[in-house]
Every structure is written in structure tokens, then in C-alpha cells.
């Protein structure tokens, strides 16, 4: 960068001009290029901040709001910001945890690409803009166009609810529908690349074109690509550890897994999360081949490669998570009374998909099908996301995760979890693994060292806290760190017990709080110990406390945040709305943040 501007006109001192051409001499103009909409994205979300734009940027563009749980849906939103910058479309995509969502009443163009947790909850970097927008405090938007774009699961009964409601709601204020809303599935390319399409066609037509200039990809949102390693393109990594650690008694079989990376450069921080590829049961395979009156050997087309069936149902289908959709859909193939009698109510329908497996269904409901049929039938597989618990400032070229073995029976029949058996019971040490890191920002230790932290995570919701305190003892941090951690029985269940007394015993652990649910007569959850401790919890989040929350989402997440409000009533001298928005407050500052599945 060798121009420089007349002084008159630089609002910048020496030393800072000084200070930025030494940082860019090595940036090529591509580079420079994509700095400049980054800092414009960056100016157009600072609160107050004025920026002196170009002629165009005066002009109303098109925010694209990504809001996303599991990276689905940024990618989505990605995807459609490039489209919208190859036809020279004003675009700034922002991530929802960082969207001012009090100005929503200035957008004109609005496109929200979402995707759905829990029991029809918005990912959680969306919650605060979710609830503002169902508020009496969201403002008309008369004049406003939008599109939804909504990501979810079949084999949830509130699916993609969160687009659902973001649609309805945008539509109630008062702005008008550029394309319908879709709800995808969890094999979603297909109907998002057609509704990229058809809305870039749409927007061609309604939002102003922009000059070479602002046409950098503007507001990146958890763009960190470090490595070439992704989804669709992972790396194959080893198994180099696979130990049960929790004790012989326990009802749980939890894993401690240790992968090594080599030398692949692959890089990650704590609160990301590791993406995982597996490979169903063989054994389940076969069960269902034979329940179907197939035997595997019949060739078939997946993603244009010719292989047997039986390989197919093992590396790219999902077998263990029945939907709703594939019930009816069985249903209508087999005319099976059983099932036919579920078709048409919602509720029985449901709690039948959750209830029973797709081999049990066969088994219940016998049927004669053809190779097309059975795999009409199934959705893909798609990798499983594990919490890291590990950072690299400590493993260096491994990643660690903690992993509960799902296992359980169906009239006497034992059934299992897709990933957690595979990487528990038939995954040998030293085989291939192939991994991806989903870079989550919306669950980060605090960037000031002196900062408190409070985690809250029972049972494998431990992970994330492992590579917390890590990195802490790593970089020396000062602040005061307290652990709430919860299992069924102390000597069978204290997930990596040694570790937390170490750090206790050196002072690294400040507080830690231990809720043993069934070690005695009346069950004691980590709630209960926040509210025990509810003064001096309050007194540290009057110190600046950061709070994390890890593990499950429909129960243990929302008894915490009972707790919490609990806490804040009574120690902060709240009444309940008020400590309702202080705790939305906490996480628009990024103070309360979840990790939660």
C-alpha cells in the first residue's frame, strides 16, 4: 500500500498510517481488497459509528444475517454472499450474535438463513435477536422485503422451527416476502443451491449494484480457514487413544478419545468443536438387509459411484434416527396396517419415529423392498460434532473428545448411536479417522486473562472445560475460574477426577461445585448447587464473571438458566423481566455463552 491520501483528508495520525503499511506490505491486492470490506462490515456494525462511504453505500443494501448451530447454516450464508458479490450485489453478512438488532427497523433487504436446536429453539448465537423480534420492543418494518431460509431435522418433532418463526415474525411487522421460506432437512444442498438462485435473480431486480470496491466479501462471520481441512473435504487422521473412564459400576460408558493430527497443520481453539465422519454397524446392516429380503450385494449409485448396497447403508446413510417422513413413507410402500394407522396424527407419528429405530420399524412391520425403494427411504449420513476437550497450546498435534457411548435395547434387541459405538467399540487404535473442526466463536474464554469464569457442565458437557482450563494454565491467566459439574455417582462418574484436583490443588480452580445425583436419597442436579451458591456467584458476575453452559439442551441448559434468573432476582434485586433482559445483556456481551446439543 504505497498512496497515501492528502493530509487534510486523513483521518489517521502518522504513527497509525506508519503502523498500517507496515502491517499490509505483504498483502497482495485480492487481500487488500477483501481488508477494505471487512473494515467497511466492521464500521457498519460498531455501535454509534459513522463512516464516511462511498456514493453507493448510501444506498440500502442487502443484510444477510447467518444464524447457526452447527455450520450448516453459515455455510448456506456464505455461500449465497458469493453469489450476491458475483452479480455485483451490495451484501454485508453478519453473524446473528453480532447484528445490532435494534436497527433492524432501517433494513430494507433482510435475508435470514437459520437452523433450529434443541425443542425448537434458535442456535444460540440467535436467541437474543429471537426474543427481541417476538417482543413488543421489535419495531414495524413497513417497507421491508425478506427471505428465510431455515435449516433443521425431520427427526425432531419442532422441525426447523426457528425459521419458522423468524418468517412469521418478519412478516407480522410488516415486511413483505421476497421468496418463500424453505425448510431443509439435514440434506439440504440440493434446495439451497435452488433457492440461492431464484433469490440472487430476485435481488438482481430490487437491490442496488456496487462498485469493484464494495464488492468485497464484507462481515465475515467465523471465516477461519486455516487449513484446507472442512466438511465435504476432511482430513484422515488417526485413533491414537480410546479409554473408558468411568468406573466398572457406572450406567455409562464415557470415552476419553485422543486423535493424532500429524502434521497436517490442522488448528483449532478452545470451544470449537470436532467434526467426526463414522461408519454404521455392519451387523446392522446385515439385520436390515434381511428384514427387507435383500443381501447387500446389489449394485447401486451414490453421488455417481457405482458400489454394493450393503457398503452404501454402512458408509452413507444414516441407519440409527428414524423421522416422521420416513414412517409415512414406509407406510405408503408396504401398506402396513400398524403404521398406516399412525399416518395422520402428528403426535402418535412422532413418538413412534423417536421410540423405534428404522430396523425395528422393519422388524415390527415387514416389508419386501428393492434396492432403489430402501435407499429412497434414508437420508444421508452426516458427521457428528463433538465438544474439543483439548487445546493446542497443550496437545499440540492431537485433539481430544469426550464421548458417551449411546447404547440401549429394543425388545431385548441391543441398539446403539451411530458415532459414539463406532468410536467406543469398533474403531481400532491406529485406524484412519476423518475430522474437521467446526469454528465456533460463540463459545470463547474471555480475551482479558484477569476476567472470572464460571463453567457449568455435567456430565460429558465437562469437555469444552477441560480445554478451558488448559489454555488458562497456559497463558497464566490471573482470572478466577469455578467449576458446576454434576454426574449420577462420585466414585463411578467424576470424569477426569485427577485433572480438576490438580488444578484445584495448584489454584487454578478457584471454586469447584459436585452434584452426585443418586449418592443419596434426594437427587441434587448443578441448578441446585447454583442456587446454593447464588450469592457469591452473583458477587463474581458483578466482577465481570463470564458464564459458559455445556451438555443438554431441553433439560439441563434450561434448568441453569432457571438458576441463573433464580440469582439474579435474588441476589441482584431483580424482578423477573428485569433479570430476564440483564441475562440477555450478558450474552449480547458475549458473557453468557452455551455450547449446548
Known amino acids: 500500500m504505497t498512496t497515501q491520501a492528502p493530509p487534510a483528508m486523513l483521518p489517521l495520525s502518522p504513527e497509525q498510517l506508519a503502523r498500517l503499511q507496515a502491517a499490509t506490505t505483504d498483502f497482495n491486492p485480492t487481500q487488500l481488497a477483501w481488508l477494505s470490506g471487512y473494515f467497511w462490515g466492521m464500521v457498519n456494525q460498531a455501535p454509534g459509528a459513522v463512516a464516511s462511504a462511498p456514493t453507493q453505500a448510501a444506498q440500502p443494501g442487502i443484510t444477510l444475517i447467518s444464524a447457526s448451530q452447527t455450520g450448516n447454516?453459515?455455510?448456506v450464508a456464505e455461500q449465497l454472499r458469493d453469489d450476491l458479490l458475483a452479480a455485483k450485489l451490495q451484501v454485508n453478512l453478519v453473524n446473528a450474535g453480532d447484528y445490532k438488532?435494534?436497527?433492524?427497523?432501517?433494513?430494507?433487504l433482510l435475508v435470514v438463513v437459520t437452523s433450529t436446536q434443541g425443542e425448537g429453539e434458535p442456535p444460540e448465537e440467535a436467541v437474543a435477536l429471537h426474543k427481541f423480534?417476538?417482543?413488543k420492543k421489535a419495531p414495524t418494518l413497513d417497507g421491508a422485503a425478506f427471505a428465510v431460509f431455515g435449516l433443521g431435522d425431520t427427526s425432531y418433532e419442532f422441525f426447523s422451527q426457528a425459521g419458522?418463526?423468524?418468517?412469521r415474525r418478519l412478516e407480522e411487522l410488516g415486511a413483505s416476502r421476497l421468496l418463500d421460506r424453505v425448510d431443509a432437512d439435514v440434506d439440504y444442498q440440493a434446495q439451497a443451491s435452488a433457492w440461492r438462485q431464484q433469490l440472487t435473480e430476485i435481488l438482481k431486480a430490487r437491490a442496488p449494484t456496487a462498485s469493484t470496491a464494495a464488492?468485497?466479501?464484507?462481515?465475515?462471520?467465523?471465516?477461519?480457514?486455516?487449513?484446507?481441512?472442512?466438511?465435504?473435504?476432511?482430513l484422515t487422521a488417526t485413533l491414537a487413544v480410546n479409554q473408558k473412564i468411568t468406573g466398572r459400576d457406572s450406567d455409562k460408558d464415557v470415552r476419553h478419545i485422543e486423535i493424532d493430527l500429524g502434521d497436517a497443520g490442522l488448528r483449532y481453539q478452545p470451544g470449537d468443536a470436532l467434526g467426526v465422519w463414522y461408519e454404521n454397524d455392519p451387523a446392522l446392516v446385515e439385520e436390515l438387509l434381511a428384514l427387507v429380503w435383500l443381501k447387500g450385494d446389489e449394485p447401486v449409485e451414490v453421488n455417481g459411484q457405482s458400489m454394493p448396497l450393503a457398503e452404501a447403508l454402512q458408509k452413507q446413510f444414516e441407519l440409527t434416527v428414524n423421522t416422521t417422513q420416513i414412517v409415512e413413507q414406509y407406510a405408503a410402500l408396504t401398506r402396513n396396517e400398524l403404521l398406516l394407522a399412525l399416518v395422520?396424527?402428528?403426535?402418535?407419528?412422532?413418538?413412534?419415529?423417536?421410540?423405534?429405530?428404522?430396523v425395528d420399524m422393519f422388524r415390527q412391520a415387514p416389508g419386501e423392498l428393492n434396492?432403489?425403494?430402501l435407499l429412497g427411504l434414508l437420508r444421508p449420513l452426516t458427521p457428528r460434532l463433538y465438544s474439543i476437550a483439548s487445546s493446542q497450546a497443550e496437545t499440540e498435534n492431537e485433539v481430544h473428545i469426550t464421548v458417551g457411548a449411546v447404547r440401549y435395547e429394543i425388545d431385548g434387541r441391543p441398539r446403539g448411536g451411530g458415532a459414539s459405538t463406532w468410536l467406543a467399540d469398533r474403531l481400532e487404535e491406529d485406524a484412519a479417522i476423518r475430522v474437521f473442526i467446526e469454528h465456533n466463536d460463540n463459545f470463547r474464554l474471555p480475551a482479558n486473562p484477569d476476567a472470572p469464569v464460571i463453567m457449568i457442565g455435567p456430565g460429558t458437557g465437562i469437555a469444552p472445560f477441560r480445554a478451558f482450563m488448559q489454555q488458562r494454565e497456559n497463558d497464566g491467566a490471573s482470572g478466577k475460574n469455578w467449576l458446576f459439574f454434576g454426574n449420577p455417582h462420585f466414585t463411578d462418574d467424576f470424569l477426569y477426577q485427577v485433572e480438576w484436583q490438580r488444578y484445584v490443588k495448584e489454584g487454578l480452580l478457584t471454586h469447584i461445585d459436585l452434584a452426585w445425583s443418586r449418592d443419596q436419597a434426594e437427587k441434587i442436579y448443578?441448578?441446585?448447587?447454583?442456587?446454593?451458591?447464588g450469592a457469591e456467584v452473583w458477587r463474581w458476575i458483578e466482577e465481570g464473571a463470564h458464564l459458559y453452559v455445556c451438555g443438554d439442551a431441553n433439560r439441563m441448559a434450561k434448568d441453569v438458566e432457571q438458576a441463573l434468573l433464580d440469582v439474579v432476582v435474588e441476589h441482584g434485586g431483580m424482578d423477573r423481566e428485569t433479570a430476564d433482559e440483564f441475562l440477555s445483556e450478558l450474552r449480547i456481551e458475549r458473557r453468557y455463552q452455551r455450547d449446548v446439543y
Open 344 to 358: 395422520g396424527d402428528k403426535a402418535k407419528l412422532q413418538r413412534y419415529a423417536q421410540d423405534f429405530p428404522i
Open 371 to 373: 434396492a432403489e425403494q
Open 215 to 234: 464488492v468485497a466479501p464484507a462481515g465475515v462471520v467465523n471465516d477461519i480457514h486455516s487449513t484446507p481441512y472442512t466438511k465435504e473435504a476432511p
Open 101 to 108: 438488532f435494534k436497527q433492524i427497523g432501517q433494513e430494507k
Open 526 to 533: 448443578v441448578q441446585d448447587k447454583l442456587r446454593a451458591r
Open 133 to 135: 423480534l417476538l417482543s
Open 164 to 167: 419458522k418463526d423468524f418468517d
Open 73 to 75: 447454516a453459515r455455510r
